[in-house]
């Protein structure tokens, strides 16, 4: 639906707007009155063109306090590619469940996709009480857009008190403008969330300045409470198929011929894992001295079944592509296992990788900052421990 | 090519120390730099500038110091700054921002493409980018790490974002906004040229007042999340075991079964 308000005994029909929309969505009528058509997008370029205001947008709402009791419930988004959903999902639905028993409630899943309805089944499996299915082919693949619209729609409609994303890139994507477009306060990357005693409201815990602080972050006066969460951060829950739960299917919002956004397709490197995911990190730095360095981290990180992240200083020196980079400027990771191996642990990469759970650090400067937050290390040449590390493993693993 | 780039000043966060009593951030003292993403949001829109002609206007919200990030910019080459600056805005959160940010881009008036950084490193957040393209209702593309394609007569831009899963090529349509990664170019350094024309330039400061916006949604008032608690994060637990032994292999073998008892090789 157009945003824009049109008062047609106030339209003369001057045209005066006609020239200023920039998405073409307004048109005279037969009876020379001012028209708008989906195309808008109520940016309000149009409304003070109007000579004699026939033209307005909507008051942004602003709630009250006492309609916040009116929004109820734990809501968590499924991600996913690819007809799969991503791990991420579970872990929240997994806490979403412990906050949805703190606040006596229920705890809903909403799953956007094609074909999606085994995901649906999988969320309730996974601990969700309901399950929102908009199940579409303009949802096939993720854009912002039909993704944003669809979750506002239902957060309109149903009015959920908490309301869960996570924080990959999909997840921030759309949590960015699904809380705009809602006026509410939405948190990014936490890394720990509470129900605060007597208020019950939703504390938010995120780390900000590279990791330097924790903040606590509250959103008193406005619902949902929405929250980007880390992965790896709470624990996956283990899946019941006989669990029972209600699959509520919902439209879609808007239709293809209204969607500016195509995907084309994927570039996936060859070999490449997805860091994010990784239970395991084998990462090399400078210490490797070229890209044939990372011969012997690829190797390592196979034998463990792991992916193969960089530092900084090895990405900007051309020896592995900028997807693998762990750190500030790269990825942040939390793997069950992170091997550093010729990282000297710098401030910036520590940000993306303090949070593992088991830190190995290999390096021959035993001053390294990484041995101080490492759990294990070998001080050496990696040149000669990693490979040593490899056959140690394959032996042990009898792999 | 009609280009707006929102960039913000940032403590140097490797600079940051932590007042060990109070648990407070020490933020005397503590350099003030362009947040890098923002720079490569700089150097893509001087780049598209110099294949399509065009002009290239920077923006930021921030206290008055922040015209020196301002300067940085145009010493860099853009054509045009903006401070947004005013007690009111103080206290801004992503919400906020994004409103104020996308009230002074309508001011400014017809764009093609707004560019910022994927997200800035004190908030770490990259809500502010979403949040401005929502606002103006306008399409956007989040992690781009590259402009495969730019057509201003067909208003159309293909992109590859940095997804979990590889790179993404997706078309959209202009006007839009694109949050960019590191991967998408190597920043220029300003030139002697630059330098000079940014101590000369008047960058002028937009208050509340000259931007069409609700005193109600600006600043702190307008943020509908609080901060209510800083502190700083305990330190990591594991004191390092070192493997000592008297070979290579053996202290690799030792390892492997420290690895292999914490349970999280299968």
């Known amino acids: 639906m157009a945003l824009l308000e049109i008062k047609r005994d106030a339209c003369t029909g001057c045209g005066l707007c006609l020239q200023v929309c920039p998405f073409g969505a307004l048109a005279l009528d037969a009876e020379n009155i001012i028209t708008v058509n989906e195309a808008c997008t109520g940016c309000g370029a149009c ?28 809501w968590v988004w499924v991600e996913q ?67 944003a619209r669809c979750l506002v729609e239902l957060v309109k409609k ?33 890394t720990g969330l509470e129900i605060e005693e007597g208020s019950n409201l939703l504390l938010q815990i995120r780390p900000a300045f590279g990791g330097n602080i924790m903040a606590t972050i509250k959103c008193e006066n406005y619902r949902p409470q929405m929250a980007t969460v880390r992965h790896h951060v709470f624990e996956m829950p283990v899946p019941d198929p006989g669990r029972q739960g209600q699959i509520i299917k919902e439209k879609p919002v808007l239709l293809e011929e209204q969607i500016a956004t195509r995907v084309l397709d994927l570039i996936v490197e060859k070999n490449e894992v997805n860091i994010a995911d990784a239970k395991i990190i084998v990462s090399g730095g400078r210490g490797l001295k070229g890209p044939e360095g990372f011969t012997i981290i690829h190797e390592l990180a196979d034998v463990l079944g792991g992916a193969v992240g960089a530092s900084r200083a090895a990405v900007d020196a051309g020896w592995i592509s900028y997807a693998h980079q762990v750190g500030q400027t790269g990825r942040t990771v939390r793997p069950d296992l992170y091997i550093a191996c010729g990282i000297s642990g710098a401030i910036q990469h520590q940000a993306g990788m303090r949070t593992s759970k088991i830190i190995v650090a290999i390096n021959k400067d035993p001053e390294a900052p990484i041995f101080q937050i490492a759990d294990y290390g070998i001080v050496g040449d990696l040149f000669t421990v990693v490979p040593a590390l490899t056959r140690a493993l394959k032996k042990k693993l009898n792999k | 090519m009609q280009a707006i780039v929102c960039i913000k000043q ?42 399509l002609g065009g002009k290239v206007t920077v923006i930021s919200m921030g206290p008055p110091q922040a015209m020196s990030a301002l300067k940085e910019a145009v010493a860099m080459g853009a054509d045009e700054a903006i401070l947004l600056s005013d007690p009111a805005f103080a206290g801004a959160d992503t919400w906020a921002t994004a409103y104020t940010l996308a009230a002074a881009i309508r001011k400014i008036g017809s764009f093609d493409l707004i560019f910022c950084g994927r997200q800035a490193i004190d908030g770490d957040t990259g809500q502010v980018g979403p949040g401005v393209a929502t606002q103006l209702q306008i399409n956007q593309l989040t992690y781009v790490c590259k402009i495969a394609k730019l057509d201003l007569e067909q208003k159309k831009i293909e992109v590859e974002r940095l997804v979990e899963e590889g790179k993404e090529v997706v078309q959209s349509t202009l006007p839009c906004l694109i949050t960019v990664v590191k991967d998408i170019n190597q920043p220029r350094y300003p030139t002697i040229l630059g330098i000079r024309r940014a101590q000369k330039i008047q960058i002028p400061t937009w208050t509340s007042k000259d931007l069409e916006v609700d005193p109600k949604l600006i600043g702190l008032n307008g943020s509908p999340t609080r901060v209510v608690k800083i502190e700083t994060p305990p330190a990591r637990q594991g004191k390092c075991q070192i493997m000592q032994a008297e070979s290579v292999e053996q202290q690799a073998e030792l390892l492997a079964e420290k690895l292999i008892a914490e349970k999280i090789i299968v």
């Open chain 1, 158 to 190: 149903y009015k959920p008190e908490i309301f869960l994303l996570g924080a990959s890139t999909r997840g921030r994507d759309l949590a960015g403008a699904v809380a705009t477009y809602l006026y509410t306060g939405l948190t990014a990357d936490c």
């Open chain 1, 81 to 147: 590619y690819n007809g799969k959903a991503s791990p991420i999902s579970w872990e929240m639905i997994g806490e979403g469940r412990r906050l949805a028993a703190r606040r006596g409630t229920i705890l809903t899943a909403c799953v956007l996709g094609h074909e999606a309805e085994p995901i649906a089944r999988e969320a309730i499996a996974y601990g969700a009480d309901r399950v929102f299915l908009v199940d579409d082919p303009t949802l096939k693949v993720y854009r912002t857009d039909p993704y």
């Open chain 2, 10 to 51: 940032v403590p140097d966060t490797t600079e940051v120390k932590i007042d060990p009593e109070r648990g407070t951030l020490i933020r005397e003292g503590v350099p003030s730099i362009v947040n890098p993403f923002d720079t490569y949001a700089i150097e893509e829109a001087l780049r598209w500038k110099e294949k």
């Open chain 1, 47 to 74: 409304v003070p063109e109007c000579p004699t205001g026939a033209l307005s947008l909507p008051e942004v709402e602003k709630k009250e306090s006492s309609d916040l009791g009116a929004y109820q419930g734990v």
